[in-house]
C-alpha cells in the first residue's frame, strides 16, 4: 500500500510559478511510474505529466511542455511539479498518482493505469 499526500498548491497570478510536492509514505516510488493530473470543475481528471521513477523518463501533456518540469528526490521519497508561467486554463485540482507501468520505461497517460491517489491540492492562476 502507497500513502500520497501532495502538497504547495494555492492562489498566483497569471505569469507566476508553484511547485507541488508529492510524498508516499508506505513504499518507496522506486518500481512506479509517478503521474500529476489536474482536474477542473465539471471536466474529467487529465494527464499533466509523469515520470518513471526508477530510470527518471519523463512525459508531459502538449499544453504544459517547457512550462512544467517534474523531478523527484529519491532519499525523500518525494515528486515535483515545477510550474512556471502559469495561466488561469491551469487552475485546477492537481493530483499526484503511482501505478505500474504496463510498457517498460512508458509513462501511462490513463486514469486507470494508477492505483494509488493523493488527495489532491487546489491551484488557483488568476488572470
Known amino acids: 500500500q502507497v500513502q500520497l499526500v501532495e502538497s504547495g498548491g494555492g492562489l498566483v497570478q497569471a505569469g507566476g510559478s508553484l511547485r507541488l510536492s508529492c510524498s508516499a509514505s508506505?513504499?518507496?516510488?522506486?518500481?512506479?511510474?509517478v503521474g500529476w493530473f489536474r482536474q477542473a470543475p465539471g471536466k474529467d481528471r487529465q494527464f499533466v505529466g509523469g515520470?518513471?521513477?526508477?530510470?527518471?523518463?519523463?512525459s508531459y501533456t502538449d499544453a504544459v511542455k517547457g512550462r512544467f518540469t517534474i523531478s523527484r528526490e529519491n532519499g525523500k521519497n518525494t515528486a515535483y511539479l515545477e510550474m512556471n508561467s502559469l495561466k488561469p486554463e491551469d487552475t485546477a485540482v492537481y493530483y499526484c498518482?503511482?501505478?505500474?507501468?504496463?510498457?517498460?520505461?512508458?509513462?501511462?497517460?490513463?486514469?486507470?493505469?494508477?492505483?494509488?491517489w493523493g488527495q489532491g491540492t487546489q491551484v488557483t492562476v488568476s488572470s
Open positions: 508506505g513504499r518507496t516510488f522506486s518500481n512506479y511510474a
Open positions: 498518482a503511482a501505478g505500474f507501468p504496463r510498457i517498460a520505461y512508458t509513462v501511462p497517460r490513463e486514469v486507470r493505469s494508477y492505483d494509488y
Open positions: 515520470t518513471i521513477w526508477s530510470s527518471g523518463d519523463t
